[in-house]
């Protein structure tokens, strides 16, 4: 089976990165009913993981359901999570995967009575799992939010939460691997008054906030908060 037909490449990964990826996935007879299981390196929750070393020191890392994922079906919304029918943590099979959110797999959990494992880890009072933190700060490096409200409001958890992963008061297993004063700089980029004034502008002239988001690559909240708040003089 060839998996890397164009049109399972809707992130455009290289080919070489493609062929790496499928090598480390055992995909059975009956591809459809039966799980691909991810054959290498696996993380703390038990999910897949694979990194693409693109020359640069900084390494991609994805999760591998969710590199599929993207693959099949190109970029997922920001803070959705890629989730399994099937249950099976190293399955990358596409036909098992389904986007949901944060709280839809906490109710799935529920129903399925694994809460207590998604929420894992050492803390048994943790809301978000360790791949949940994972996401998040990977995610403040690659400028997906931008402020500490936006991760809030996805993952459902408060404010403290957040800050006392930042200030590496908690989850420290994780955040080591970040420079967390460099992610709290890009959590603050503020908006200046230049940019607070063509966004109202163009808000004005009739584009939707999803276009503003695009068009200055700016969170949902923070297109509010500009249209919104009173330029400052
Ligand atoms: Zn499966």
Known sequence: MNTTLPHYNQLNFPDNVLSNFWKKVNIPKDYVKDCWLWTAALNIDGYGVFSINDGTPKRQHYRSHRFVYQSYFGKITNGLLVCHTCDIRNCVNPHHLFL????????????KNRRSHLSGDDLPNTIISDSQVEDI????????????????????????TIWDILYGKTRKDISKFYDLSVLKIKLSARINNDELILIKNDFNAGFSIPQLMKKYNRSRYQINYSIYKRTVK
């Open 137 to 160: 700060l990977e995610d403040i490096l690659n400028n997906k939010y931008n402020s500490v409200q936006d991760i809030c409001s996805i993952y459902d958890v408060g404010l403290i």
């Open 100 to 111: 949901g959110t944060i709280q839809q797999n906490n109710l799935d959990c529920d129903n």
